[in-house]
């Protein structure tokens, strides 16, 4: 009887030990699997972001474009086209805004002073706020630091 009674306990702290060391390994592998899946979203959530960025930023430059054919464009003052070109040059105006808008909600606090920057000197180029200067020469040094800033912000993202 003492035997049976002894095998019995055994075999009872058998089971709780395997049912222990069962529970641990399920409860190691869910915490396992819990990291690996909070690491594919965040990985997820980056990529979405960064994608998200470069077309916001991909808007601007197509948008900064425009606004440099615009000033290029631009006739001279009392000239046969100067209202034509006011009332389609203002919604390139507008959009670029718009986007340099985007830019600095969505894209890295680095660009915001490069963005705003090109964007003021684009305006002053539109509007022949540059005085004998050449549209390209006066746009060269803000163009070149957004576009560096940019790449930078896209390489660290």
Known sequence: ????????????????????????????????????????????TTESRRAEQIEVLKEFVTCAQAAERAAYRRPDPWGDDEDGWITQTGPVMTALWTASGNVTLLCDEALREPVRTYGHALNAAVWRDIGDVEVNEHLEEAKTAFMNAARASLAGA
């Open 1 to 44: 009887m003492a035997a049976d009674l002894w095998t019995s306990v055994v075999s009872l702290a058998g089971v709780a030990l395997g049912g222990g060391l069962t529970a641990l390994a399920q409860r190691a592998t869910q915490r396992s699997v819990e990291r690996v899946e909070e690491r594919r979203r965040a990985a997820a």
